[in-house]
Each structure stands twice: as structure tokens, then as C-alpha cells.
């Protein structure tokens, strides 16, 4: 932060004797942006009177980054100022090579690397020991060597694609082709090849999209984008405790206690006393049917650090002996009362929320949890098992319809308007 504050003060100007509120007033608000005053490497005053009778002054300043080792002190070149009252500031700003990520590796559906990538993962799948897991060691063990083989399979297969502002979804190995034969030969029946596989390739997948949407969904509007671009507040900075986050870790912890504040908070256990006593029912383990109803139900999810999606588990469970290994998995985390560490590795995606008329505040962003898929779908399987348990004994109460099957708004608007 630079300027000409017009504001004469001992604390910059030895030659000026007094100090005002002013002086300090700036000084907080400076504070306030984690900037400090910058002391000069050559001292002298930055404006010179044209008056007869007036000294010269220090009223032109800077604030730079607190603690910073890069920018810490500037320049006065009273000789650069020409006809100007005013001599200019500088400082020097050390600008390092950025590396731009300007490729990912990606597996595309459909794709023959996709088609491999499920060959390999079955092979080494089915070679995974899950049979005796009886400790949580043995656990974590059988459980971080399958991520291993997801992770090295992946990596395997991955397809490393130049990302660009033209990338389209629908794009094919054929259109790669094809537009690669124009390029050499330039001729204009290539042209019109390239252009029939394109259009033939793009009636082929929305095709398959609108098939999909109107089997699975059954909503029209998932053919539309339903939050539009909109363009964020340039300068605002994120505040939290009235102090802007400049900086990753600033940023992280403000993130961190605003959506985990919940974090370690002490919970009353006292209340489930309340609760009748019921007696223990055994745990029985888990069926291949189970499993598959459960990711039957598993559409369009965005995938974890693992990068499967339910396409891939889908396709992996077809095969019943790797279906098995992942059931003797699920079996093992009930009976051992564990929860694997891989299955609560997430990515989480900051996303702001829409028609916000600020957004320096933590709130107006919505975090979304990426987790593992297998670690997602044996806890639908569990889901299902105690809902169907909990149910079937009346364990729930009649008003209860959040998050229960069969029941939904359409429920409580009705209880709403005829009983309450």
C-alpha cells in the first residue's frame, strides 16, 4: 500500500515535530492488512515546496508485508522526479518461474485405457488376501495395499491430455484421428471426414447422456446447467475475526474453524439412557445382493483421491471374486469396530454459494467432501442394513421423516397441513 497520505508526522518526518491521531488511525488500518511503514534504504523528504519560506516533507509512504524477507524496504529517487513535487517510491519485486500445470493424466470412460485400467485392477485385485483379517493392523494393512493398487493401476493406464479452454467431453479417440489426418494431408475430403465424425460423435453421446438422465434421473432439467457463471468480487478478501486471510495458511485455519467447528465438541452420551433397552441382535455378515443394490443406486458422483467413480466399481463388480474380497473388507471393519484411515482421505472443494452480496465471508462458500468411493459405499451398505433393522423393530419415531426411505417433504407438508 503506496501513496501520497498528505499526512506530516514525527513517526516518518524527523524534521516535523509532532505526532497527531491521524498518524495512528493509518497505522491500524495498515495493521488491519498485515502491512507495517517501510523504512527507506536512502532517507529524505519525497515532496519538495515550490514556496519560498516552506521545508521540504515526508508525506509520500509505504506499507509492505509484515516479516516478509522479499519486500522490506524501498527506494527514494529524488533525482527521477522531473517537474513533479512528488519523487517517485520503488522497490524491487522478485518474480521466480511459475510452473503452469498446463496437462493432466486422466482415464476416460469408455476408453481403451479405462478397459485396461479395470482389467489390471480385477488381476491384482483377486490376488489380495482378505481372507483372515482378524486385527485392525491386519486391517489397515489389506485395505492401504488395495489403494496401492488402485493408485499404481491408475497411473499405469492415466492418459496425460493437454487441458485448454476447446477441451469438449464428447471428444473421442476418433475425432483425435481424424483431425490428424486433415493436418497432414490438408485435403478437403479429409475436412469433410473430420467433420462427419464429429457431428456423428457428438449425436452419439448426448444420445447416450439424454438416455441415461431420463432411465436413471427422470428429470429434464439435468440437461441444463443449473447454477450459471457468475463473476466474483475481485478484491475482496476473505475475513475472518475482522482480519483478512493473505495468506494459504491464514486461509486454511479460517476454512478450517468456520466448517469444522463442531471439531471435538464435548457430546452429552447421557440422553441414550433415556432410550429403552432392547436386546443385542447379531451382526450378520454381508451379501453380495446387498452390495449391489447398494451401487445400483450410485449415479454421477464425483470421485474421491482414489479417482474411482461408481462406473468403475460397477465394472469391478461384476466379477464375483473381487465382489467377495470387498465384502470380506466390509465384514472385517464391523466386526473389529474400525474404520480404515484410507477410507477418510477426502479432497475438499470450496465452492461459493449463488447471489451473495459479499463474499469476505467464510459463510458465503460451501465445502464439498470428496471421500473415497469404496469407503462411501460400504457405509451405504451399513446405512441400509440399519435402516432396515431400526425400522422393522420401531425403533423410530412416528414423526421422524428426514433420511428415512419412502418418506419426503411430500410427507411433512401433508402432516403439516392436516394434523399439525
Known amino acids: ?4 497520505f498528505n499526512i506530516r508526522d514525527s513517526l516518518w518526518d524527523p524534521s516535523f515535530p509532532f505526532h497527531s491521531s491521524t498518524s495512528d488511525n493509518l497505522i491500524m488500518v495498515a495493521d488491519s492488512f498485515d502491512l507495517t511503514l517501510s523504512v527507506p534504504i536512502n532517507p529524505g523528504p519525497t515532496r519538495f515546496s515550490d514556496s519560498a519560506g516552506e521545508s521540504n516533507s515526508v508525506i509520500d509512504l509505504m506499507f509492505l508485508c509484515c516479516g516478509s524477507a522479499e519486500l522490506d524496504r524501498h527506494f527514494i529517487l529524488s ?13 524491487d519485486i522478485p518474480i521466480g518461474d511459475e510452473i503452469v500445470q498446463s496437462t493432466k493424466l486422466s482415464v476416460a470412460p469408455g476408453s481403451d485405457q ?19 483379517i482378524d486385527s485392525v493392523e491386519n486391517l489397515n494393512h ?13 497411473f499405469k493406464n492415466a492418459k496425460r491430455s493437454r487441458i485448454s479452454k476447446h477441451s469438449k467431453q464428447w471428444w473421442s479417440h476418433s475425432c483425435s484421428v481424424a483431425i490428424n489426418k486433415y493436418r497432414i494431408s490438408r485435403s478437403r475430403e479429409n475436412w469433410k471426414a ?24 427422470c428429470g429434464p432439467w439435468e440437461l441444463m446447467n443449473w447454477v450459471k457463471k457468475r463473476k466474483l468480487p475481485v478484491t475482496e478478501a476473505i475475513k475472518f475475526n475482522s482480519s483478512p486471510c493473505l495468506s494459504l495458511d491464514s486461509l486454511w485455519n479460517t476454512l478450517h474453524n468456520s466448517f469444522n467447528n463442531a471439531l471435538h465438541r464435548q457430546v452429552n452420551v447421557n440422553i441414550l ?25 450410485c ?10 467413480s461408481w462406473r468403475h466399481w460397477k465394472l469391478i463388480f461384476k466379477n464375483d471374486d473381487c465382489l467377495s474380497k470387498i465384502i470380506n473388507i466390509a465384514d472385517a471393519c464391523i466386526n473389529l469396530g474400525h474404520w480404515p484411515e484410507y477410507f477418510k482421505i477426502s479432497t475438499t472443494v470450496i465452492i461459493p454459494k449463488p447471489n451473495k452480496q459479499s463474499y469476505n465471508n467464510p459463510k458465503a462458500f460451501r465445502p464439498i467432501i470428496l471421500l473415497n468411493t469404496l469407503g462411501k459405499l460400504i457405509e451405504k451398505a451399513i446405512a441400509e442394513r440399519l435402516q432396515f433393522t431400526v425400522a422393522s423393530n420401531d425403533f423410530i419415531h412416528p414423526c421422524q421423516l428426514g433420511g428415512l426411505k419412502f418418506k419426503s417433504t411430500a410427507n411433512a407438508g401433508i402432516a403439516l397441513t392436516h394434523i399439525v
Request: one cysteine or more; aromatic letters at 8%; hydrophobic letters at 35%.
Open 194 to 217: 473430420f467433420k462427419s465424425t464429429v457431428k456423428e460423435t457428438k449425436r452419439s453421446f448426448f444420445d447416450n447422456k439424454i438416455l441415461e438422465i431420463a432411465n436413471s434421473r
Open 273 to 297: 439412557n433415556e432410550v429403552e433397552h432392547k436386546p443385542c441382535q447379531t451382526w450378520s455378515p454381508f451379501s453380495s445382493h446387498e452390495f449391489k443394490t447398494a451401487i445400483l443406486k
Open 142 to 154: 489389506v485395505v492401504n495395499r488395495l489403494g496401492s493398487i488402485i493408485e499404481l493401476m491408475w
Open 114 to 132: 479405462e478397459k485396461e485400467f479395470i482389467k489390471d485392477v480385477i488381476s491384482n485385485l483377486k490376488l489380495l488376501d482378505t481372507s483372515n
Open 1 to 4: 500500500m503506496t501513496g501520497d
Open 299 to 308: 449415479v454421477d458422483s464425483a470421485p474421491g483421491p482414489d479417482k474411482m
Open 79 to 91: 533525482d527521477y522526479r522531473l517537474s513533479s513535487d512528488h519523487v517517485p517510491l520503488t522497490i
